[in-house]
């Protein structure tokens, strides 16, 4: 009797295993050699990008048998929007698939702040269809005066590190097209930064 239903892309597979590499994850559900695969928490819909070289450990739920969900990756639609914003920001960094660092990001005056100040921010797993959220700080601003920013934590933990300050932003109107350049994108996103960081509160 198998120990594991994996749920990869909507589709049922047995596994015996209590280990799995991505290589058998893609050639499991038919994925291309070179595919991206995200692996899903189904409990919360948490998601990360695997390693193409990880060892996946498979853990059963209390009382079920928990199933794993993997998914691939849109790394084509990701790859277009990093570099469209690497034209306008050419110091960018992708981090662990998912993540993006702008070093020496530039700060409006008014804050006490340190410089220079890196940024951070995430792709959503599902773009274009799920808007992004939230950027990422270090050090942390301070308002004039003293006390955090508004709507705002930290220290937070990231895949870049600790001590990051946290602020929750949404983009107003996020409406992607069939490519980056037909509709909102990330780059759109990452230049409204600017107009957060321009209210001093």
């Not at 794993?68 to 698939?97: C, W």
């Amino acid at each position: 009797m198998p120990k594991y239903n994996l749920n990869i892309e909507g589709k049922t597979y047995e596994w015996d295993r209590d280990t799995m590499t991505v290589a058998e994850i893609r050639e499991l559900a038919g994925f291309g050699p070179d595919q991206e695969v995200i692996e899903v928490d189904l409990k919360d819909q948490s998601e990360r990008v695997l390693a193409p070289n990880e060892m996946v450990e498979l853990k059963p739920g209390k009382g079920f048998g928990k199933k794993v969900s993997f998914k691939r990756g849109l790394t084509e639609r990701r790859t277009a929007e990093f570099e469209l914003i690497r034209e306008e920001y050419p110091g960018v960094e992708q981090v662990d698939g998912l993540w993006a660092f702008i070093p020496d990001y530039p700060i409006p005056a008014g804050w006490e702040a340190q410089v220079p100040t890196d940024l951070a921010f995430q792709f959503p797993a599902e773009l274009p269809a799920q808007e992004p959220y939230g950027f990422w700080l270090r050090p942390a601003l301070v308002l004039p005066g003293g006390g955090p920013p508004s709507n705002s934590s930290a220290p937070v933990e990231t895949p870049l590190g600790g001590d990051w300050q946290q602020f929750s932003w949404a983009f107003d109107g996020w409406a992607p097209g069939p490519e980056p350049r037909a509709g909102s994108n990330m780059l759109d996103f990452v230049r409204s930064f600017a107009r957060r960081l321009s209210e001093i509160n």
